[in-house]
Protein backbone atom coordinates (compact mmCIF):
# COMPACT_ATOMS: atom_id res chain seq x y z
CA UNK A 1 0.00 0.00 0.00
CA UNK A 2 1.13 3.32 -0.81
CA UNK A 3 1.67 6.12 1.56
CA UNK A 4 0.82 9.80 1.30
CA UNK A 5 4.22 10.68 1.25
CA UNK A 6 4.66 8.21 -1.48
CA UNK A 7 1.75 9.73 -3.37
CA UNK A 8 2.32 13.02 -2.36
CA UNK A 9 5.99 12.46 -4.09
CA UNK A 10 4.70 11.15 -7.51
CA UNK A 11 2.24 13.84 -7.54
CA UNK A 12 4.77 16.42 -7.64
CA UNK A 13 7.22 14.28 -9.69
CA UNK A 14 3.97 14.85 -12.31
CA UNK A 15 3.85 18.46 -11.88
CA UNK A 16 7.28 18.92 -12.57
CA UNK A 17 7.47 16.90 -15.48
CA UNK A 18 4.39 19.14 -16.43
CA UNK A 19 5.79 22.22 -15.87
CA UNK A 20 9.03 21.13 -17.70
CA UNK A 21 6.83 20.24 -20.68
CA UNK A 22 5.91 23.99 -20.92
CA UNK A 23 9.33 25.73 -20.61
CA UNK A 24 10.99 24.42 -23.69
CA UNK A 25 8.77 26.60 -25.20
CA UNK A 26 10.41 29.78 -23.80
CA UNK A 27 13.60 29.51 -25.95
CA UNK A 28 14.24 33.23 -25.78
CA UNK A 29 15.57 34.47 -22.53
CA UNK A 30 14.50 38.19 -23.33
CA UNK A 31 10.89 36.78 -23.60
CA UNK A 32 11.49 35.57 -19.77
CA UNK A 33 10.47 37.94 -16.95
CA UNK A 34 10.92 36.79 -13.59
CA UNK A 35 9.18 39.13 -10.92
CA UNK A 36 11.72 39.33 -7.68
CA UNK A 37 9.62 37.08 -4.60
CA UNK A 38 7.62 38.97 -2.22
CA UNK A 39 6.91 38.20 1.69
CA UNK A 40 3.26 36.62 1.51
CA UNK A 41 2.04 38.76 4.18
CA UNK A 42 -1.99 38.91 5.06
CA UNK A 43 -3.82 41.56 3.04
CA UNK A 44 -0.91 41.77 0.61
CA UNK A 45 -2.29 42.46 -3.01
CA UNK A 46 -0.13 40.74 -5.21
CA UNK A 47 1.41 43.81 -6.19
CA UNK A 48 5.17 45.34 -5.72
CA UNK A 49 4.72 48.06 -3.45
CA UNK A 50 4.49 51.31 -5.88
CA UNK A 51 3.29 49.42 -9.09
CA UNK A 52 -0.31 48.38 -10.29
CA UNK A 53 -0.88 44.83 -11.34
CA UNK A 54 -1.38 45.01 -15.42
CA UNK A 55 -5.02 43.15 -16.27
CA UNK A 56 -3.95 40.12 -17.02
CA UNK A 57 -2.15 39.69 -13.55
CA UNK A 58 -4.73 41.23 -12.13
CA UNK A 59 -7.22 38.19 -13.44
CA UNK A 60 -4.16 35.94 -12.59
CA UNK A 61 -4.50 36.76 -8.65
CA UNK A 62 -8.53 36.96 -9.23
CA UNK A 63 -8.24 33.47 -10.79
CA UNK A 64 -6.54 32.29 -8.14
CA UNK A 65 -8.29 33.57 -5.33
CA UNK A 66 -10.93 31.43 -6.48
CA UNK A 67 -10.05 28.38 -7.43
CA UNK A 68 -7.82 27.71 -4.41
CA UNK A 69 -11.07 27.17 -1.90
CA UNK A 70 -12.42 24.42 -4.83
CA UNK A 71 -8.87 22.97 -4.55
CA UNK A 72 -9.11 23.34 -0.82
CA UNK A 73 -12.49 21.80 -0.83
CA UNK A 74 -10.43 18.43 -1.93
CA UNK A 75 -13.52 17.48 -4.01
CA UNK A 76 -11.67 15.81 -7.12
CA UNK A 77 -14.07 16.55 -9.92
CA UNK A 78 -14.51 20.33 -9.43
CA UNK A 79 -10.61 19.97 -9.23
CA UNK A 80 -10.28 18.25 -12.53
CA UNK A 81 -12.78 21.14 -14.08
CA UNK A 82 -9.70 23.54 -13.20
CA UNK A 83 -6.58 21.35 -14.23
CA UNK A 84 -5.53 22.45 -17.98
CA UNK A 85 -5.56 19.38 -20.42
CA UNK A 86 -1.46 18.75 -20.15
CA UNK A 87 -2.16 17.80 -15.64
CA UNK A 88 -5.86 16.66 -16.75
CA UNK A 89 -4.61 13.74 -19.08
CA UNK A 90 -1.51 12.81 -16.60
CA UNK A 91 -3.45 12.30 -13.84
CA UNK A 92 -5.60 9.79 -12.95
CA UNK A 93 -8.76 10.02 -11.09
CA UNK A 94 -7.24 7.53 -8.73
CA UNK A 95 -3.97 9.33 -8.28
CA UNK A 96 -6.39 12.93 -7.52
CA UNK A 97 -8.42 10.85 -4.93
CA UNK A 98 -5.59 9.58 -2.81
CA UNK A 99 -3.81 12.79 -2.90
CA UNK A 100 -7.24 14.83 -1.92
CA UNK A 101 -7.68 12.10 1.10
CA UNK A 102 -4.35 12.43 2.48
CA UNK A 103 -4.85 16.45 2.68
CA UNK A 104 -8.22 16.00 3.60
CA UNK A 105 -7.15 13.96 6.24
CA UNK A 106 -3.98 16.18 7.06
CA UNK A 107 -5.26 18.94 7.00
CA UNK A 108 -9.31 19.14 7.15
CA UNK A 109 -11.26 22.16 6.23
CA UNK A 110 -9.34 25.71 5.16
CA UNK A 111 -9.72 28.43 7.30
CA UNK A 112 -8.35 31.00 5.30
CA UNK A 113 -5.47 32.25 3.78
CA UNK A 114 -3.09 35.24 3.03
CA UNK A 115 -3.60 37.16 -0.48
CA UNK A 116 -1.35 34.99 -3.29
CA UNK A 117 1.71 37.07 -3.93
CA UNK A 118 3.02 36.18 -7.94
CA UNK A 119 6.36 35.17 -7.60
CA UNK A 120 7.04 34.34 -10.70
CA UNK A 121 6.00 34.99 -14.56
CA UNK A 122 7.07 33.19 -17.68
CA UNK A 123 5.97 33.98 -21.25
CA UNK A 124 5.49 30.19 -22.66
CA UNK A 125 4.58 31.18 -26.56
CA UNK A 126 2.45 33.87 -27.91
CA UNK A 127 -0.54 32.84 -26.40
CA UNK A 128 0.44 31.39 -22.95
CA UNK A 129 1.99 32.43 -19.64
CA UNK A 130 2.87 30.51 -16.40
CA UNK A 131 2.51 32.44 -13.28
CA UNK A 132 3.06 30.97 -9.97
CA UNK A 133 1.47 32.29 -6.77
CA UNK A 134 2.55 31.34 -2.99
CA UNK A 135 0.87 32.28 0.33
CA UNK A 136 0.21 30.71 3.12
CA UNK A 137 -3.29 28.74 4.35
CA UNK A 138 -4.55 28.06 7.75
CA UNK A 139 -6.53 24.70 8.08
CA UNK A 140 -8.96 23.24 11.18
CA UNK A 141 -5.81 20.87 11.72
CA UNK A 142 -2.39 22.27 10.06
CA UNK A 143 -0.94 25.54 8.24
CA UNK A 144 0.44 25.15 4.55
CA UNK A 145 2.62 26.65 2.27
CA UNK A 146 0.48 26.82 -0.90
CA UNK A 147 2.01 27.31 -4.33
CA UNK A 148 -0.28 27.08 -7.61
CA UNK A 149 0.86 27.02 -11.11
CA UNK A 150 -1.67 28.60 -13.10
CA UNK A 151 -1.39 28.64 -17.23
CA UNK A 152 -3.25 32.01 -19.22
CA UNK A 153 -3.35 31.62 -22.36
CA UNK A 154 -5.07 34.93 -23.83
CA UNK A 155 -7.34 35.07 -21.03
CA UNK A 156 -8.70 31.88 -20.11
CA UNK A 157 -7.40 30.75 -17.15
CA UNK A 158 -6.30 26.83 -15.97
CA UNK A 159 -4.38 25.54 -12.76
CA UNK A 160 -1.43 23.37 -14.44
CA UNK A 161 -0.08 22.06 -10.91
CA UNK A 162 -0.68 23.17 -6.87
CA UNK A 163 2.09 22.20 -4.22
CA UNK A 164 0.32 22.17 -0.81
CA UNK A 165 3.21 22.22 2.07
CA UNK A 166 2.41 21.22 5.50
CA UNK A 167 4.75 20.87 8.96
CA UNK A 168 5.94 17.01 7.92
CA UNK A 169 7.28 18.32 4.05
CA UNK A 170 3.80 16.66 2.75
CA UNK A 171 3.68 17.93 -0.73
CA UNK A 172 1.21 17.48 -3.56
Same mark, same amino acid.
Not at 33 to 44: I, K, L
Not at 80 to 107: I, K, M, N, W, Y
Not at 132 to 158: N, P, Q
Given at each position: ?30 ? !? /???? =? ?6 ? %???? $??? *? ?45 ? !? /???? =? ?6 ? %???? $??? *? ?45 ? !? ?6
Amino acid at each position: MRTGRDIALTLLLICVLLVLYFLPSATNNDQ !V /TTDS =AQRVTPGY %SGEA $PGH *SLSQSSRAQLQYVREVFPIISSWDVSLIQRQLVEPTRSSLSHGQLTE !V /TAVL =ARTLGQLK %SYTD $PVR *SHIETLDDSATLAVFSFMAKFEKDSADVTLRVIDRDGEMGLLAFTVS !VSEATTV
